[in-house]
């Protein structure tokens, strides 16, 4: 699965690219900001990878042009009851403080809250990340509760917040980026073919307002 919008591409985790991802994963920049800072093995890897690897879970390498330059996530889906988890990081320093972060943000989130209809989602952000406290705060997320025995905090985002809150910011993100949403899904996968159902399910007007091709 690959998902073009507002200027990004999101290519869902294939197995040739976890080893890049263990590296970031690893460097001490972002392993500061994780609640587990151990080393990363490739056993754990792979054991990580064959976890997160069907239709519960979806991590994406943000990619501008062919650069892949982060990680984005969308996971622990409960397709019954429409809630999951988020996460997210930027491991090339360069584009921490472009708006790269915010369009791969609202590029994901407005397809699985309005393609999939995930009504709420919850991030776990560790104490000492204030830019991510601060980034979540401008998406609409509210803090919920302490997590890790202290040293971190849950936040929640509801659908119906996330399209108020950002309403003025995917205003200016189609004036600028435009608003065509390119979802490439390959026949070959049991996981895309699964999503291809689901998208054929979609709200026509959810389709039409994300202005959706897909491939």
Partial sequence: MKITRYGITLERLLPEQTELVREWRNDQKISRFMFYKGEITKEMQQEWFDSIDNEQNFFFLIHLKDTPVGLINISSIDWENKTAYTGLYIYDDKFLATDVPVMASL???????????????????????????????????????????????????????????????????????????????????????????????????????LEVQIS
């Avoid at 989602?121 to 302490?146: E, Q, W």
Wanted: proline share 0%.
């Fill in 107 to 209: 590029a994901m989130l407005d397809v699985f809250f309005l393609l999939f209809d995930i009504q709420s989602v919850y991030a776990k952000v560790k104490g000492n990340n204030k830019a991510a406290h601060n980034y979540n705060s401008g998406l609409g997320f509210s803090r919920t509760k302490k997590i890790e025995y202290g040293l971190g905090y849950e936040y929640m985002l509801q659908k119906e917040i996330y399209l108020l809150k950002t309403k003025q910011l995917r205003n200016a993100a189609i004036r600028l980026k435009g608003n065509e949403t390119q979802i490439e899904l390959n026949s070959a996968t049991k996981i895309d073919e699964w999503l291809r159902k689901r998208l054929s399910a979609a709200r026509k007007e959810a389709l039409e307002s």
